[in-house]
């Protein structure tokens, strides 16, 4: 799972802007669905303060959304997470503030800063890194030895 600190992501990219707030905000959650759908992990972002209208949580494609209620900060509410977790250190936190950083690491947590993390939004699809083939296991290698002694065709 990853945990992304939703206005620390906005305030940190190079296209975003807390000024422009809601447009930052669909235009983040649009480049993490994109990215998620090849993924396939479960991806949330957290904001500080109440949504208009009161909605605290909603989804947005497959990313899901939340906004801490009055009082409450997205850092609080990412460790209240990370304490609820079951396996704290197969959840990854998104943000460049140190302090929630620190405190993630000591729930041991993975932690990304948010500009590492806007750049693998922005990446064009062609420049991903390539997914190098795995060696092939003890049992596989020898399997082909065999065959490769015996002389058997394989159809």
């Known amino acids: 799972m990853i ?10 990219s190079r296209r975003l802007s807390l000024d422009e ?3 930052s905000r669909e ?3 649009r480049r993490i669905g994109a990215v998620k759908s090849h993924k396939g992990e479960a991806v949330v972002v957290i904001f500080d303060g109440n949504r208009p209208g009161g909605n605290r949580g909603e989804k947005s494609g ?3 959304v939340f906004y801490t209620p009055s009082g409450l900060s997205a850092d609080e509410e990412i460790i209240k997470r990370l304490d ?3 396996a704290p250190h197969t959840v990854t936190v998104v ?11 000591a729930r041991g947590a993975q932690t990304c800063p948010s500009e590492r993390f806007w750049e693998t939004l922005t990446r064009p699809k062609n420049m991903s890194p390539k997914k190098e083939k795995p060696d092939p296991s003890a049992k596989d290698a020898e399997m082909w030895m065999e065959i490769f002694k015996s002389g058997k065709k394989i159809r």
């Open 3 to 12: 945990l992304v600190d939703g206005h620390n992501l906005i305030g940190r």
């Open 21 to 23: 707030e809601e447009a």
């Open 27 to 29: 235009e983040l959650l």
């Open 62 to 64: 497959s990313v899901a």
């Open 84 to 86: 609820a977790a079951k």
């Open 95 to 105: 943000t460049s503030d140190l302090g929630l950083a620190a405190r993630a690491k």
